[in-house]
């Protein structure tokens, strides 16, 4: 696997990814199989395996720089792997089950093209016009590469289609299903915590 997969958060310093990169190179490239091996370990779900997998490396590269090289390399990536699982998979519980709210019924699910809307049609541009105050507001507070993946999921583009488009527009760097499922995953999560079932925001205004 190649580090670039690896989205860097936005306030990240160009050392900062260089620095975590080279760690990541050294410590965790070696150990890719271990990663796996353990996402095959602890995830409740096997259709899950692939996708915190995918999170797992993105955390290691996240906080590579934390780890103590006095201490057992292994044993970090075990923790480090078996605590991100399990909390994904509460969240994704969590998902499931909060409000009874689904989020693909926040946006329209008709559009011909995300480029090229006309009519009634729903697209990147002209998205704004369809939606109240307090679901613009959250869409808002979305990194843009998560609101992207969200708005091309609920306009009706398959996970395959969402990667190619994001792949032209320059927000993803390879061909890697997985990070679309994270982005989605992300969306969709920060979207239930911002909206309930009518679309109205949960902060008091």
């Known amino acids: 696997m190649k580090t670039d997969r690896i989205q860097?958060?936005?306030?990240?310093?160009?050392?900062?990814?260089?620095?975590?990169t080279a760690l990541f190179n050294e410590l965790i490239l070696p150990n890719l199989n271990l990663v796996y091996s353990l996402s095959i370990r602890f995830s409740s779900h096997r259709q899950d395996i692939d996708e915190n997998y995918n999170e797992c490396l993105a955390n290691l590269f996240r906080y590579v720089h934390t780890y103590?090289?006095?201490?057992?390399?292994?044993?970090?990536?075990?923790?480090?792997?078996?605590r991100l699982i399990f909390d994904?998979?509460?969240?994704?519980?969590?998902f499931k089950t909060t409000d009874d709210l689904d989020p693909e019924h926040i946006v329209s699910h008709y559009a011909e093209d995300m480029e090229h809307v006309s009519g009634n049609c729903m697209g990147m541009r002209?998205?704004?016009?369809f939606y109240n105050d307090d679901i613009?507001?959250?869409?808002?507070?979305?990194?843009?590469?998560?609101?992207?993946?969200?708005?091309?999921?609920?306009?009706?583009?398959?996970?395959?289609?969402i990667m190619e488009i994001a792949l032209r527009r320059g927000t993803l760097s390879t061909r890697n299903i997985e990070t679309?499922?994270?982005r989605l995953f992300l969306a969709k999560q920060k979207m239930r915590q911002l909206i309930d079932r009518d679309g109205n925001s949960r902060k008091k205004k």
Do not use: M, T
């Open 126 to 129: 002209n998205y704004r016009e």
């Open 88 to 94: 994904l998979d509460r969240r994704r519980e969590a």
């Open 180 to 182: 679309v499922k994270s």
């Open 136 to 161: 613009l507001r959250a869409l808002g507070s979305l990194n843009p590469i998560y609101r992207e993946a969200l708005l091309l999921q609920q306009a009706g583009y398959k996970l395959e289609e």
């Open 8 to 20: 860097p958060y936005c306030h990240d310093s160009e050392e900062s990814i260089a620095e975590r």
């Open 68 to 82: 103590d090289r006095r201490k057992s390399l292994a044993n970090w990536i075990f923790i480090c792997c078996k």
